[in-house]
């Protein structure tokens, strides 16, 4: 079982930047990819980024490509998501998650999941 925590979110304007971290239960964290996701009030929950458990691989939606940063801390089974140049649009609750597998966008693909943190974007 793997437990996962969010923190770092919170309220800014726009073209501002949060970093969100998620902290893992146990060492082996460093097995799994770990995603983030957001979902909006009234819409489905959307795949933002993730990273292969090694770190050298990184995928994103196409709406945060540039912007936003997926990176991990295997020692300290931590994994990040530093998000700048923030829109009102990326106004959301956002959930880390682990999965078995590298390259899944569907939330069904990830096995364990934080409780949320929630990001909001003023314009």
């Known amino acids: 079982q793997v437990q996962l925590v969010e923190s770092g979110g919170g309220l800014v304007q726009a073209g501002g930047s949060l970093r969100l971290s998620c902290a893992a239960s146990?060492?082996?964290?460093?097995?799994?990819?770990m995603g983030w996701f957001r979902q909006a009030p009234g819409k489905e929950r959307e795949f933002v980024a993730a990273?292969?458990?090694?770190?050298?691989?990184?995928y994103y939606t196409d709406s945060v490509k540039g912007r936003f940063t997926v990176s991990r801390d295997n020692a300290k089974n931590t994994v990040y998501l530093q998000m700048n140049s923030l829109k009102p649009e990326d106004t959301a609750l956002y959930s880390c998650a682990a999965a078995a597998a590298f390259g899944k966008k569907d939330p069904k693909e990830y096995a364990y999941w934080g409780q949320g943190t929630q990001v909001t974007v003023s314009s």
């Open positions: 146990r060492r082996a964290f460093n097995t799994y990819t």
């Open positions: 990273m292969h458990w090694s770190g050298g691989a990184t």
